[in-house]
């Protein structure tokens, strides 16, 4: 089972709290401070899950999601949207986007690693193949 997380997000206090959840529950964390880096990773490592915050430098996480979402190897992997702008509408647009599931921040890391796991073993990462624009 591929047990790659990866999570995208330009502050580093923000990445390491939820990488080190993650980690205790067994996954294998990868980390990008940008955009770029964020679409990057997910090519050359192909994660299960991305942690996508909105709000980088270089590509947000708007375009970074829809970049993703035109790549087929890698166009279904399940994505969250992530961001402490939690303004009304935004859980609407991260998911016309492509996103699929939206996590306002501050969040509780053990609920984010329960709501992994249950994604994970309910299969509903796969759930939302062909949903996104062009699939």
């Known amino acids: 089972m591929n047990s ?4 995208a997000d330009d502050d580093y206090d923000n990445r390491s709290i939820l990488k080190a959840a993650l980690e205790a529950a067994g996954f294998q964390v990868l980390e990008a401070a940008d955009g770029q880096e964020a ?3 997910a090519i050359q490592e192909r994660p299960r899950l991305i942690f996508m915050d909105l709000s980088m430098p270089k590509i947000s996480g708007w375009e970074a999601t829809q970049r993703i979402r035109q790549i087929p190897e890698i166009s279904r992997t399940f994505i969250f949207a ?10 609407i647009k991260a998911k016309a986007a492509g996103c699929d599931d939206y996590i306002s921040k ?5 609920e984010i690693v329960q709501k992994v796991l249950s994604i994970i073993t ?5 759930e939302h193949y062909g949903q996104h624009p062009g699939h």
Do not use: N, S, W, Y
């Open 122 to 126: 309910m299969g509903k990462e796969t």
């Open 39 to 41: 679409v990057d990773t």
């Open 4 to 7: 790659k997380i990866l999570i």
């Open 82 to 91: 992530f961001t402490a702008h939690a303004l009304q509408g935004d859980e």
């Open 106 to 110: 501050p969040c509780v890391p053990r």
